[in-house]
């Protein structure tokens, strides 16, 4: 025997409720997204602290400064060419131990000048090399 619960065949509905499938897929679609990149495999390294030092000034350190038209001066005195700059950091380059090199580029200097610096004492051989700056004082108490 076959049993009715609805008043007739016509309002019978064979169609299927997707509502909630989408619902699903979407709370799964946002959990995916939310653990993925929890998920991303990095390599464990210690990186370094940051910390501002005051840079200790030794004899035998040696300052390279660019002016914003580009000239070069060694220890306050100006190199003429880039080749004589080359052989003068090779003469120190050999000296044991090595002295460090604090390039000094203004502000307004362009990057090229500052870079071709750089490029001579790496061609001369010098191993330690630092920038010398100043602080930023615009950040702190510039009311």
Same mark, same amino acid.
């Given at each position: 025997m076959a049993m009715s619960v609805g008043s007739s065949e016509e309002d019978f509905n064979s169609t299927i409720n997707t509502t909630p499938l989408v619902d699903v897929m979407l709370v799964l679609l946002i959990i995916f997204l939310i653990t993925i990149p929890v998920i991303t495999k990095t390599v464990k390294v210690s990186l370094?602290? &940051? &910390?501002n030092i005051a840079t200790q000034t030794k004899p035998e350190n040696i300052t390279i400064a660019v002016d914003p038209s580009g000239n070069i001066y060694w220890n306050n005195e100006q190199v003429a060419?880039?080749?004589q700059l080359i052989d003068m950091i090779k003469q120190e380059a050999v000296k044991d131990p090595q002295p460090e090199v604090h390039i000094r580029g203004d502000s307004n200097a362009r990057f090229e000048d500052v870079g071709r610096?750089?490029?001579a004492i790496q061609r001369g051989g010098i191993v330690k090399v630092g920038f010398i700056t100043e602080p930023d004082r615009?950040?702190?108490?510039?009311r």
């Open positions: 370094p602290k &940051a &910390a060419s880039k080749d610096v750089l490029y615009g950040i702190r108490g510039s």
